[in-house]
């Protein structure tokens, strides 16, 4: 007969339970490892000599995503984006990944994939299709969400903390911009396929290396602070009030009459909007069925799946319009923008200035705003951007 006490398995589970949770406890308050800026796609083409020049300089402007410097001159508020980093960990990271990229834990799972910030393309903003969004419209699409995707909105953060995450966002925004323009201005010389036809062509390997070293030693430091400098007057200059796009006249009227205007523009030859978006609204235009060439590609393809596409390569279908929910707002200034301006990063153009007068494009709010069949219950207005902004 044993002398040991038999021990009830619930008890041994509890226990079980209790040292997890100390062990959890324990790992918490432990410094974590510092993460560095992955490479992007395009980075990896290039010869590895390179990459590791190219990525040290990234970490000697821009720290890394658990250790940020901000650099003299990025548009970015210093003093609020450690506290940014620690709000973007515990509620961002999970599907943007920790330095930005869109490939949090969860990502793989959703769709729409979430945003990759490196590019500095933001889709939802009150100014122009080619410029940077405003710390209010990344203010604005936290607070929202994005309807129909896996973007909650977090309209119960503080002020201080939805501040220091707008200012994190837009800091991991212009880090990836600094890789990428830097590894753009090395790529077509110093890529693994140049250095595969420089050996095809007799020239030594090493010859090859240690000469593009030499080049990037000495041409670096220009090229880097040339990209710093593009990078904050881009932001900068979209927080000028020249920069945001206010519409000069209201929505006058949503009468059959206004509806029957948009609808004739809608599929007129001068917008064709129902080439993408179909006749009816519904995102079912000819283009959702063809199969596009890759911009940029050497090798001529074709991307695998029919339809548009974005700028980050996913599937990108035209919007239905029908549902009555837009994601990036439902006011009839939020459309109007999107008709004006266009969809950062989408196919979707702008269709101001020569193409269609103020009028005209109130007239296609109208009839867009006409198609759904039942009303939505809940409207997702973004707040219009403060009067008068201005660069910091």
């Not at 450690?82 to 969860?106: I, M």
């Not at 809608?266 to 283009?287: A, M, P, Q």
């Not at 994601?327 to 153009?349: C, H, K, N, V, Y």
Request: charged share 25%; aromatic share 6%.
């Amino acid at each position: 007969m044993s002398l040991t006490p038999q021990v009830p398995l619930a008890a041994l589970f509890v226990a079980a339970l209790i040292n997890l949770t100390l062990l959890r406890a324990e790992d918490a308050s432990k410094p974590s490892e510092a993460l560095t800026f992955p490479l992007s796609q395009r980075a990896k083409e290039l010869i590895p000599e390179v990459q590791q020049k190219v990525m040290k300089k990234v970490e000697e402007q821009f720290g890394t995503p658990s250790h940020p410097i901000v650099p003299e001159g990025i548009p970015v508020e210093k003093t609020v984006v450690l506290k940014g980093q620690t709000v973007y960990s515990l509620h961002c990271a999970r599907c943007h990944g920790e330095a930005g990229t869109g490939a949090g834990p969860e990502a793989k799972a959703l769709q729409p994939q979430p945003r990759d910030f490196r590019r500095g393309v933001f889709k939802w903003k009150s100014t122009s299709i080619a410029q940077r969004p405003l710390r209010h419209d990344l203010r604005e699409t936290i607070r929202l969400g994005v309807p129909d995707t896996a973007m909650p909105g977090f309209p119960k953060f503080s002020e201080a903390d939805a501040k220091s995450v707008v200012e994190y966002v837009r800091w991991l925004s212009m880090a990836g911009e600094f890789q990428v323009r830097l590894v753009d201005e090395f790529y077509s010389d110093f890529s693994i396929a140049m250095l595969k036809n420089e050996i095809r062509e007799g020239k030594k390997e090493k010859e090859v290396i240690a000469n593009a070293i030499k080049v990037i030693v000495e041409i670096l430091p220009e090229v880097s602070t040339d990209s710093l400098k593009r990078i904050s007057d881009d932001w900068k200059s979209a927080e000028l009030e020249t920069s945001i796009l206010r519409p000069k006249s209201a929505l006058a009227s949503t009468s059959d009459a206004a509806v029957q205007r948009g609808r004739e523009l809608f599929t007129s030859l001068k917008v064709r909007c129902n080439l993408c978006h179909g006749e009816t609204g519904k995102g079912d235009g000819i283009v959702t069925r063809d199969f596009w060439p890759i911009p940029g590609d050497s090798l001529n393809r074709k991307y695998a799946e029919p339809g548009l596409h974005n700028v980050w390569g996913q599937v990108n279908q035209p919007w239905d319009l029908a549902k009555g929910k837009m994601r990036g707002g439902d006011s009839p200034e939020d459309l109007f923008r999107r008709i004006a301006a266009g969809i950062s990063g989408t196919q979707m153009p702008g269709f101001g200035g020569s193409f269609l007068t103020e009028a005209e494009i109130w007239d296609v709010v109208s009839y867009v705003q006409s198609l759904p069949s039942e009303k939505p219950k809940t409207k997702s207005i973004r707040q219009p951007p403060p009067q008068g902004a201005t660069a910091k």
